[in-house]
Nanobody, 118 residues
């Protein structure tokens, strides 16, 4: 059974940094493709970044690529999202999502709250 456990969220002042973690278990991590999404109050869930289990195939939302960095640690079966220069508009619940191509099945974590006050 695939499980995703996110951690690292919290409250940070504008201009600060956070690193989110998504630990993936239950399937071979190296075959995974993991993405971060976020959902702000009253808004749709939006794509942030993705990476495969080998650390390649990296994509970012255009508006975030200068401040956010996604990485993967194959030894720890974990995907990270380093977020720098945080802004109030980054406030959201951040979710990780994993799938194992070519299977269409996708899995979501429980989410971790990031709050950047005005």
């Amino acid at each position: 059974q695939v499980q995703l456990v996110e951690s690292g969220g919290g409250l940070v002042q504008a201009g600060g940094s956070l690193r989110l973690s998504c630990a993936v278990s239950g399937r071979t991590f190296k075959t995974s493709v993991t993405a971060w999404f976020r959902q702000a109050p009253g808004k749709d869930r939006e794509f942030v970044a993705q990476i495969n289990g080998s650390g390649g195939d990296i994509w970012y939302a255009t508006s975030l690529k200068d401040r956010f960095t996604i990485s993967a640690d194959n030894a720890k079966n974990t995907v990270y999202l380093q977020m720098n220069s945080l802004k109030p508009e980054d406030t959201a619940v951040y979710y990780c999502n994993t799938n194992f191509p070519p299977s269409p099945d996708a899995y979501w974590g429980q989410g971790t709250q990031v709050t950047v006050p005005q």
